[in-house]
T-cell receptor, first 114, second 114 residues
Framework: AQSVSQHNHHVILSEAASLELGCNYSYGGTVNLFWYVQYPGQHLQLLLKYFSGDPLVKGIKGFEAEFIKSKFSFNLRKPSVQWSDTAEYFCAVNARGGGNKLTFGTGTQLKVEL | DAGVIQSPRHEVTEMGQEVTLRCKPISGHNSLFWYRQTMMRGLELLIYFNNNVPIDDSGMPEDRFSAKMPNASFSTLKIQPSEPRDSAVYFC????????????FGPGTRLTVL
């Protein structure tokens, strides 16, 4: 069964700082990868996803993520964060051929200070 | 499109009472998922349906939990009897059939069992 690790549980940044959130998964086969965001009091929304092709994926609100197959990683990045990026970020993996089941990481709580 | 609809948004009940959570998936979506989110355990998949049929219920905590999907536009998650440790936010999500499809989440039901 697949599993997902998010190593940073809490991150605090100042506005305009660069962001990188780590995500590693364990599964030997082909995977689909997702980053979801949950703003305070809101439901999960898709930030970006990777299925195939260019391993550098661009998402909404200036976020991007890079799939590095050899490292089983799918780290989320943003060059310059804003206060409005304060939220919880979840990495998720879906093993192809494993049905529609998504396995989520434990989440990273990001706080951006003015 | 109205998105995934969940009701109620908040539920407060006493231990031992029956609780029923409801979900209306996005029209045309063939897969439906129930998740539970807690501080301790993060986001956990409880059960998911494809074409109204339960596919994987391995995440359902115990026999007190049951889920049904009588038709393509409605699902329920029932807890009977409820316990304080069931307090959590319960999310419903839906997607088109297929392992590459994005899951769209509802706003969640915040359940408090006293």
């Amino acid at each position: 069964a697949q599993s997902v690790s998010q190593h940073n549980h809490h991150v605090i940044l100042s506005e305009a700082a660069s962001l990188e959130l780590g995500c590693n998964y364990s599964y030997g086969g082909t995977v689909n990868l997702f980053w979801y965001v949950q703003y305070p009091g809101q439901h999960l929304q898709l930030l970006l996803k990777y299925f195939s092709g260019d391993p550098l994926v661009k998402g909404i609100k200036g976020f991007e993520a890079e799939f590095i197959k050899s490292k089983f990683s799918f780290n989320l990045r943003k060059p310059s964060v804003q206060w409005s990026d304060t939220a919880e970020y979840f990495c998720a993996v879906n093993a192809r051929g494993g049905g529609n089941k998504l396995t989520f990481g434990t989440g990273t709580q990001l706080k951006v200070e003015l | 499109d109205a998105g995934v609809i969940q009701s109620p948004r908040h539920e407060v009940t006493e231990m031992g009472q029956e609780v029923t959570l409801r979900c209306k998936p996005i029209s045309g979506h063939n897969s439906l998922f129930w998740y539970r989110q807690t501080m301790m355990r993060g986001l956990e998949l409880l059960i998911y349906f494809n074409n109204n049929v339960p596919i994987d219920d391995s995440g359902m905590p115990e026999d007190r939990f049951s889920a049904k999907m009588p038709n393509a536009s409605f699902s329920t998650l029932k807890i009977q009897p409820s316990e304080p440790r069931d307090s959590a936010v319960y999310f419903c999500a839906s997607s088109l059939t297929g392992s590459t499809d994005t899951q769209y989440f509802g706003p969640g039901t915040r359940l408090t069992v006293l």
